[in-house]
């Protein structure tokens, strides 16, 4: 379960620094100037996403919010939605945050998929 964490945490990292590739249309692009998500800010993201995962009633549009009092920081996370892939369950997410109480949305899609040990990770 730790690195499940860590994998989440560099995944929003990375995604919050990494510019798009040229020729891309991204609306949701941020220069390095911009603010980010806190350590703590990333632990809440990370158990809204825990909830979703184990939520064993989970369906299309189910979500989950998450916020900080402490940085101003919020979003929430989003079932989007539900599929079997290679005889295993796997659900989209997208999940917005809104870094240190700013206006501009972050917004990232991921697919989750059980891996055979009973955890939910990230396909890659």
């Given at each position: 379960?730790?690195?499940?964490?860590?994998?989440?945490a560099m995944?929003?990292?990375?995604?919050?620094?990494?510019?798009?590739?040229?020729?891309?249309?991204?609306?949701?692009?941020?220069?390095?100037s911009?603010?980010r998500?806190?350590?703590?800010?990333?632990?809440?993201?990370?158990?809204s996403i825990?909830?979703?995962?184990?939520?064993?009633?989970?369906?299309?549009?189910?979500?989950?919010?998450?916020?900080?009092p402490?940085?101003?920081?919020h979003?929430?996370?989003?079932?989007?939605?539900?599929?079997?892939?290679?005889?295993r369950p796997?659900?989209?997410m997208?999940?917005?945050?809104y870094?240190?109480?700013?206006?501009q949305?972050?917004t990232?899609?991921?697919?989750?998929?059980?891996?055979?040990?009973?955890q939910?990770?990230?396909?890659?």
């Open positions: 379960m730790r690195y499940y964490h860590i994998y989440v995944i929003c990292f990375g995604l919050s620094v990494v510019p798009p590739a040229v020729g891309q249309i991204n609306p949701f692009r941020s220069g390095r911009q603010s998500l806190t350590a703590e800010d990333l632990a809440l993201l990370d158990a825990d909830q979703l995962n184990t939520d064993p009633h989970l369906s299309v549009g189910a979500q989950k919010d998450w916020s900080n402490a940085t101003g920081s979003g929430q996370s989003v079932v989007t939605r539900i599929f079997p892939d290679r005889q796997c659900h989209q997208r999940h917005e945050a870094p240190l109480g700013g206006t949305v972050r990232y899609i991921l697919t989750w998929c059980r891996a055979p040990d009973g939910w990770k990230v396909k890659s």
